[in-house]
């Protein structure tokens, strides 16, 4: 067990993060291992460093013996890394042929089941089915001495608090318990569980660790970073802290930490927010509506959301999801629930019908997608207002804007430069 706490807003030094990988190593050993970061859509959560760190480490020729090291970025339902983003992600450590694509439709084994029972008590019987427990197959591979997770705990709107055994049973986890997961958020109420441990969702993934993952050579390694907050580039993210092993304490200490550092309360239901989607990270509304998913607590009843989000391009990550979304747009909980019971590729494709509830504003508020390569007619389509980004850029300089309030144009604006590192209510 290996606990460490940035004191700082500078967060955790490159030495210090040496230091606690070296020491979750000792007295291991290890003859082939499997490294699980997050994928680039976790740009800001210092898994890619720490990887490349542990990598560095395994591949040491001055071990005594050769270290083979495979790397799986936990994918989940999201597209692969580009060689780009894993020069990017990985700060040039780990060659790009070096990583091993999940597939979430192909390369899963079912493991076992959460029984129904289960499911109906935790969820108050909102959901009765029972969940097919389905990971990527290398992770039943008895040949690797040690599985590494790394991941950042932050708040999750299918989860509550992100990361520990969602990297093994979402990341790399297959159809079954993505749909079951997504839509069990969904009836629960993401507004119930979004910055909560202990969510349904949690209770059914603490299920199926306890039965299922028993004998598998697992380590967690979470992270919980922030941004600097002044107006300084996002990729300023420091980590604040860092857990390492596999009780689930470690977990319950992270997510304490995270709760004080990305849960932000505002003094006031805000009338207009502006969140900017950094191109990098966000190439999709799937990923990109965590701008909607993590305010939907702090904005006003008639206000209006802008979402910045130059590097948008479509709608889901995978060709079947997009063309879902396309068909029938982010049209409200309840719509959605009825066109699940007479629309066949809708109700078979839980998570994608998770999505487009958890992305609309149920009439609450206006949501104003500013693209550039999404046209007009698309964004509609799905049931979003428009406007082009070179426009509501000029309005909304991100150049001039600092997370928080701000005056533009004699109106009070609140602004994100990152949505995917914090959760905004009231309070």
């Not at 191109?279 to 979402?307: D, T």
């Not at 409200?332 to 078979?348: N, P, S, V, Y």
Request: aromatic share 10%; glycine share 8%.
């Amino acid at each position: 067990m290996v606990l460490l706490s940035g004191s700082s807003d500078n967060g955790l030094d490159d030495g210090a993060l040496m230091d606690a990988l070296q020491q979750s190593l000792a007295g291991k050993t290890l003859r082939k291992v499997l490294l699980l970061p997050p994928d680039y859509t976790r740009l800001y959560s210092g898994a890619g460093k720490i990887t490349a760190m542990y990598y560095k480490l395994l591949k040491d020729c001055s071990h005594k013996n050769t270290v083979e090291v495979d790397v799986m970025p936990a994918l989940g339902t999201h597209e692969p890394m580009s060689p780009k983003e894993c020069e990017s992600f990985f700060e040039g450590a780990i060659p790009y042929e070096k990583l091993v694509v999940h597939n979430w439709r192909k390369d899963v084994v079912k493991i076992g089941e959460v029984p129904a029972a289960f499911v109906s008590e935790v969820s108050e019987g909102r959901s009765t089915a029972a969940i097919d427990v389905e990971v990527n197959k290398r992770i039943l591979d008895t040949s690797y001495d040690c599985i590494i997770s790394v991941g950042q705990v932050v708040p999750h709107e299918v989860v509550g608090m992100a990361n520990y055994s969602k990297n093994i049973f979402v990341g790399c986890g297959g159809y079954s318990m993505i749909n079951a997961s997504h839509m069990l958020s969904v009836r629960w109420g993401i507004e119930r569980l979004m910055g909560k441990d202990f969510s349904p969702v949690r209770k059914v993934f603490d299920y199926a660790e306890e039965h299922f993952l028993k004998n598998i050579p697992l380590l967690y390694v979470l992270t919980v970073t922030t941004t600097k907050r002044d107006g300084t580039s996002p990729d300023a993210a420091q980590i604040r802290g860092l857990y390492i092993g596999r009780e689930r304490a470690l977990f319950e200490q992270a997510v304490r930490l995270s709760q004080t550092l990305n849960l932000i309360k505002v003094d006031k239901p805000l009338k207009k927010i502006v969140v900017y989607l950094d191109p990098r990270e966000f190439k999709s509304a799937w990923l990109g509506n965590k701008a909607i998913y993590r305010v939907k607590m702090a904005i006003a009843w008639g206000g209006e959301l802008i979402i910045l989000a130059p590097g948008v391009r479509k709608f889901g990550e995978d060709e079947g999801n997009d063309a879902l979304i396309r068909k029938y747009g982010y049209v409200g909980q309840e719509r959605i629930l009825q066109l699940m019971e007479t629309e066949e590729d809708l109700g078979k494709n839980m998570s994608a019908a998770a999505h487009l509830i958890h992305g609309s504003s149920d009439g609450k508020f206006k949501i104003v997608y500013c693209t550039k390569e999404l046209s007009e007619d698309e964004v509609r389509g799905a049931a979003f207002d428009y406007r082009h980004y070179d426009e509501a850029a000029k309005q909304y300089d991100i150049r001039k804007l600092t997370d928080g309030y701000n005056t533009v144009a004699g109106e009070e604006i609140y602004y994100i430069s990152n949505p995917a590192l914090g959760l905004w209510t009231t309070g």
